[in-house]
């Protein structure tokens, strides 16, 4: 009976943290005047991704047979990648900003 409540905890938690995870990906979208805070925010959304697919994988290592963990580690994942591609375009986008200001 405990196991089942440590597992729906997991589960109301991994939610909850997904719904943090998306509603601070959409404050970081409208943050587009602001590069350098947005930079900040995709980085730290990368690391959090990364430490929910470390407690995903921690949480379900014992559990071989159950394979309900892959829809939410990959979601992460592409989530991941995702913020590490924006991340990237963001530096260029400052870069290229930066550049245009020293020509002036």
Not at 41 to 64: D, E, P, Q
């Amino acid at each position: 009976m405990v196991v089942c409540a440590v597992y729906s905890f997991s589960n109301v938690a991994a939610g909850i943290a997904a719904l943090v995870a998306g509603c601070i990906s959409l404050y970081a979208i409208s943050l587009y005047k602001k590069r350098p805070l947005q930079a900040n925010i995709c980085r730290l959304l990368c690391f959090l991704g990364i430490a929910y697919i470390a407690f995903l994988a921690i949480s379900y290592s014992g559990n071989y047979a159950q394979k309900s963990f892959i829809y939410p580690m990959g979601t992460t994942v592409l989530a991941v990648f995702c913020w590490l591609f924006a991340n990237i375009a963001i530096r260029k986008d400052e870069k290229l900003v930066r550049s245009l200001d020293r020509i002036r």
